[in-house]
């Protein structure tokens, strides 16, 4: 791997998406060189190429996706948890922002925080909130649980909030998922009469992904990055879901 490899790796990895247009211009290579470079990078499984630019690999894997625009991700939870107010009870999906939203979280003493997340429950091992998990079947490679259980678990308790993760978002699908039983969970919770969250960084809008997520019941509240595109953010407008923008963080290179 060289130097250039190095840098198109991290570009993607911190934004989310890059084009190939914008890697051959920060690179100073040709834009054949760069569709080179992502068929090489690509097949070792450091990225997914798509039409026009290079995206992260998908992984449900907790870990590897918070190194991902990490400084956007915190800035999102960060915002999230100003949301949050002393002596609720709230559900905390799983994803990476999501366990951001949790550890910003963790120092709060009168909070009681509902989850699917076994990764999310570790980080609050040592928290001063209250948290309680939800059974279900373990699915090892996201460590959250889904299944009739998890939906029935779900169906018991009540909480006022709900900060959902979602995949992707396109004006044609509305929100959609990667994984059919966490979407099925996620639905589970989007039935429920309470505050209905989606925290995602703005790299997700413009993505498609086989399962759709709040068929019959829409987000009350999106929380994102201020570089979602300009349709999808006029079209939540217009569905008078509320959008809250957190400024962008500075990216190098």
């Not at 790796?9 to 084009?19: D, F």
């Not at 905390?92 to 509902?114: H, K, V």
């Not at 978002?169 to 929100?175: A, E, V």
């Amino acid at each position: 791997m060289n130097n250039r490899h190095e840098q198109i790796i991290r570009l993607v990895n911190e934004r989310g998406s890059v084009s190939v247009s914008e890697l051959s211009q920060l690179t100073g290579v040709s834009e054949v060189t760069i569709r080179q470079d992502l068929n090489t990078l690509e097949k070792s499984n450091f990225l997914k190429r798509i039409h026009g630019s290079a995206v992260t690999p998908d992984s449900d894997d907790v870990s590897s996706r918070l190194r991902t625009r990490y400084s956007v991700k915190q800035s999102i939870a960060e915002f999230a948890a100003s949301q949050i107010v002393d002596g609720e009870s709230v559900f905390i999906e799983g994803g990476s922002t999501n366990a951001l939203l949790a550890r910003t979280l963790a120092t709060r003493s009168n909070l009681t925080i509902i989850t699917v997340s076994h990764y999310i429950a570790h980080l609050l091992r040592d928290s001063q909130c209250e948290v309680i998990i939800i059974g279900g079947q373990l699915q090892k490679s996201s460590e959250s649980v889904v299944g009739p259980l998890a939906r029935y678990c779900i169906q018991q308790l009540h909480f006022h909030k709900a900060f959902i993760g979602v995949d992707g978002w396109h004006p044609q699908t509305g929100f959609t998922g990667r994984n059919m039983l966490r979407c099925d969970v996620v639905n589970a919770v989007m039935g429920k009469v309470t505050h209905r969250v989606a925290l995602t960084d703005s790299s997700k809008f413009g993505l498609v992904h086989p399962y759709p997520v709040s068929i019959e019941h829409t987000f009350n509240q999106v929380i994102t990055d201020d570089a979602i595109p300009d349709d999808a953010r006029k079209l939540l407008i217009k569905q008078n879901i509320r959008l809250d923008l957190v400024a962008e963080s500075h990216q190098p290179g």
